[in-house]
Each structure stands twice: as structure tokens, then as C-alpha cells.
């Protein structure tokens, strides 16, 4: 038994048993038609059999299905539904994403600022506290021309300026070298950020900066070199030069103190002592300026140029004032025209 879908045109072999809705589309079916006539083997028969299964019924059509089982159902479709909205613009998809150039900082391998400005202060302290002893002892030397003075008081300002004369040459020492790592390490990291290398070998700044004498002339050099390359020695020059000018003015003391303090006459070792206060103060000064040389170049950082370019308008050519539709047309003193 055949029945046809009024909705999609299926034909359906029902077998023996009428249904009503089609497994396919869930259409309606059509009632199922009779059984088609015994073919006969005349001519005539054939031609007249033909004819009328031709015309079929209304709502029936021939369809070509294959013999068995009806084919399994078609899977309904999702409902999808609503149309999705945004708010925002979304920000999936296909994204390109490219790789950002990590930047070469220079890499500062010198000392931290702290231990520098420490060292710094503390050896100006002990310059500072060596001049004020010998100072005592000044005035020790001034009252022992008239009173004789007690052993332990005369002991202990003997002593206390020896000590702290050598703690003053060790700290100045300690100060020199610290100063010194970080002039290394502050032009390694200009002339890196400028794509350059250091001319000057880290042996040669370290040879011009720490060997007496010899330092006064090279260090200030390397200094203004370094400013020169940051593009400071316009803020930089003076202090440099002022700090130059203390340090060399404290050496000539320091050696001239030196040399006269061999005598053993009392006028010879009261001059002795004063050149030796001078030295220490001149001494502290020097410490305290390269101090604020020091600070000058770490007030800011290598990577931050000390040139901002500003945009400016640009000022108006002769030409341009010529063209200006709104220019006078009257001259000076007149009134316009009517």
C-alpha cells in the first residue's frame, strides 16, 4: 500500500497499514490509491493499461523510491535564536598580534646612590671632626706656653688627631674608589644609550681618577666628558669647575702640611697645625661639592634626555601677511570708504 505526503511529495510503501502523518516532513498523507491491474501480454491490453495509470489521480505523482525500509528521518533544525547584540564593538576574531621590540635599557652595574652619598658624608664628617681636634689642639699649644698641661689631657688631643688622621685617609681612600666605580659605570651607561662604547677603557678612568697627583688633571676630565655626552655641561660646568678648583686648592694644603709637619720647633708645630685645619676643612669642602656633582647627574637618569623638543608656531612670512584676505586696504589714518 502507497501513500503520498501532501507536503513534500514523499511516497510511502505503508505496507498493510494506513498511517496519517508523513515520518519525513510530519505532512499530511493522502489516502492510499488501489492496486494497479494484472498486466496482460496482449498488445492491446498493454496500450489500454498504460493510459490509465497515466492518469492519476488528483494530489498523487510518481516517485521513484528504493525498495525496503523508508530512509531515516532527517535530523530538525537547531532553532538558532535571537539575533545576537553588542553593546561594544567585539573584540574576537581574527586578531594579528606582533611582537614588540623590548627595548635595551643601559644596565647599571655601579653603586646605588645611597652608599655613594653615605660614604660621601661620612668622610667629609671625619675631615670635619680631624680639623675641630686639631683645632683643640691649637689652642692646647697657645695655653701650654704659659701653664704646663695635664699628661692626660696633652695624651689624649696627641692621640685623637693621630687616629683620626688615619681614619680620614681611609675614608678618603674608600671615598675615591666608590666615586670612581660609579664615573665608570655612568659613562658605560651614556655612551650605551647613545649606541656607543665607552673611549676611554674602564683601566684608564680608573688609573686617571685614583693615582695622587695625577687625578686633578684626568678626573674633572672624565667628568666633563660625561656631561658633555648627557648633554648637561650647560647646568654641570660650574659646579665642576668650582669643585675642581677646592679639590686642587686641598691638595697643595694637604701636601704642604705634610712637608712642614717634620719640624719640632713650637712655632713650627703651631703653623704645622693650623696648615693641617685648612688642609682638613678645604678637605670636607672638596667632599661636599663632588657631592653635588654627583647629585647633579643623578637627579636625572641616562634614559631621560635632558633636551624636550616643544612645538611652536611658526612665524608668519613676509608673504604669507601679503596674501591674508582680512589685511587693511585703507591706509594709516583714513577712514574706510563708504
Same mark, same amino acid.
Given at each position: 500500500?502507497?501513500?503520498?505526503?501532501?507536503?513534500?511529495?514523499?511516497?510511502?510503501?505503508?505496507?498493510?497499514?494506513?498511517?496519517?502523518?508523513?515520518?519525513?516532513?510530519?505532512?499530511?498523507?493522502?489516502?492510499?490509491?488501489?492496486?494497479?491491474?494484472?498486466?496482460?501480454?496482449?498488445?492491446?491490453?498493454? *496500450? =489500454?493499461?498504460?493510459?490509465?495509470? #497515466? +492518469?492519476?489521480?488528483?494530489?498523487?505523482? !510518481?516517485?521513484?523510491? @528504493?525498495?525496503? &525500509?523508508?530512509?531515516?528521518?532527517?535530523?530538525?533544525?537547531?532553532?538558532?535564536?535571537?539575533?545576537?547584540?553588542?553593546?561594544?564593538?567585539?573584540?574576537?576574531?581574527?586578531?594579528?598580534?606582533?611582537?614588540?621590540?623590548?627595548?635595551?635599557?643601559?644596565?647599571?652595574?655601579?653603586?646605588?646612590?645611597?652608599?655613594?652619598?653615605?660614604?660621601?658624608?661620612?668622610?667629609?664628617?671625619?675631615?670635619?671632626?680631624?680639623?675641630?681636634?686639631?683645632?683643640?689642639?691649637?689652642?692646647?699649644?697657645?695655653?701650654?706656653?704659659?701653664?704646663?698641661?695635664?699628661?692626660?689631657?696633652?695624651?689624649?688631643?696627641?692621640?685623637?688627631?693621630?687616629?683620626?688622621?688615619? *681614619? =680620614?685617609?681611609?675614608?678618603?681612600? #674608600? +671615598?675615591?674608589?666608590?666615586?670612581?666605580? !660609579?664615573?665608570?659605570? @655612568?659613562?658605560? &651607561?651614556?655612551?650605551?644609550?647613545?649606541?656607543?662604547?665607552?673611549?676611554?677603557?674602564?683601566?684608564?678612568?680608573?688609573?686617571?681618577?685614583?693615582?695622587?697627583?695625577?687625578?686633578?688633571?684626568?678626573?674633572?676630565?672624565?667628568?666633563?666628558?660625561?656631561?658633555?655626552?648627557?648633554?648637561?655641561?650647560?647646568?654641570?660646568?660650574?659646579?665642576?669647575?668650582?669643585?675642581?678648583?677646592?679639590?686642587?686648592?686641598?691638595?697643595?694644603?694637604?701636601?704642604?702640611?705634610?712637608?712642614?709637619?717634620?719640624?719640632?720647633?713650637?712655632?713650627?708645630?703651631?703653623?704645622?697645625?693650623?696648615?693641617?685645619?685648612?688642609?682638613?676643612?678645604?678637605?670636607?669642602?672638596?667632599?661636599?661639592?663632588?657631592?653635588?656633582?654627583?647629585?647633579?647627574?643623578?637627579?636625572?637618569?641616562?634614559?631621560?634626555?635632558?633636551?624636550?623638543?616643544?612645538?611652536?608656531?611658526?612665524?608668519?612670512?613676509?608673504?604669507?601677511?601679503?596674501?591674508?584676505?582680512?589685511?587693511?586696504?585703507?591706509?594709516?589714518?583714513?577712514?574706510?570708504?563708504?
Amino acid at each position: 500500500m502507497i501513500q503520498v505526503c501532501s507536503q513534500c511529495g514523499t511516497r510511502w510503501n505503508v505496507r498493510d497499514r494506513q498511517r496519517v502523518w508523513c515520518p519525513r516532513c510530519r505532512g499530511t498523507l493522502l489516502a492510499p490509491g488501489g492496486p494497479a491491474p494484472a498486466p496482460e501480454w496482449r498488445r492491446g491490453d498493454a *496500450v =489500454s493499461v498504460q493510459r490509465r495509470s #497515466a +492518469a492519476l489521480p488528483a494530489g498523487f505523482r !510518481w516517485v521513484a523510491v @528504493r525498495p525496503g &525500509a523508508p530512509p531515516a528521518p532527517r535530523r530538525p533544525r537547531r532553532d538558532p535564536g535571537p539575533t545576537p547584540r553588542y553593546a561594544a564593538i567585539p573584540r574576537w576574531g581574527l586578531v594579528e598580534h606582533f611582537d614588540a621590540e623590548v627595548e635595551q635599557r643601559p644596565v647599571r652595574t655601579g653603586p646605588s646612590l645611597r652608599a655613594v652619598r653615605i660614604v660621601l658624608l661620612t668622610a667629609a664628617a671625619v675631615l670635619g671632626a680631624a680639623a675641630f681636634v686639631h683645632l683643640i689642639r691649637y689652642v692646647l699649644l697657645i695655653i701650654n706656653r704659659t701653664m704646663l698641661l695635664n699628661p692626660w689631657v696633652a695624651g689624649i688631643a696627641t692621640w685623637a688627631g693621630v687616629v683620626l688622621s688615619v *681614619v =680620614s685617609m681611609f675614608v678618603v681612600v #674608600a +671615598a675615591a674608589v666608590l666615586l670612581t666605580n !660609579w664615573l665608570i659605570a @655612568r659613562r658605560a &651607561a651614556a655612551y650605551a644609550h647613545r649606541g656607543q662604547d665607552d673611549p676611554r677603557p674602564a683601566w684608564a678612568l680608573r688609573l686617571g681618577s685614583l693615582v695622587p697627583v695625577v687625578n686633578l688633571a684626568w678626573a674633572p676630565v672624565f667628568v666633563l666628558e660625561l656631561a658633555d655626552v648627557e648633554d648637561r655641561q650647560t647646568w654641570l660646568r660650574r659646579p665642576i669647575a668650582v669643585w675642581w678648583g677646592i679639590w686642587v686648592a686641598s691638595t697643595v694644603l694637604s701636601l704642604f702640611s705634610i712637608a712642614t709637619s717634620f719640624t719640632a720647633d713650637p712655632q713650627g708645630i703651631a703653623d704645622n697645625t693650623v696648615a693641617t685645619v685648612v688642609a682638613y676643612l678645604f678637605g670636607a669642602a672638596a667632599l661636599l661639592l663632588a657631592q653635588q656633582v654627583f647629585l647633579g647627574f643623578e637627579r636625572q637618569p641616562v634614559e631621560r634626555p635632558s633636551k624636550r623638543w616643544v612645538m611652536v608656531a611658526a612665524p608668519e612670512s613676509d608673504e604669507q601677511k601679503d596674501d591674508d584676505p582680512a589685511r587693511a586696504v585703507e591706509p594709516e589714518g583714513q577712514n574706510p570708504a563708504a
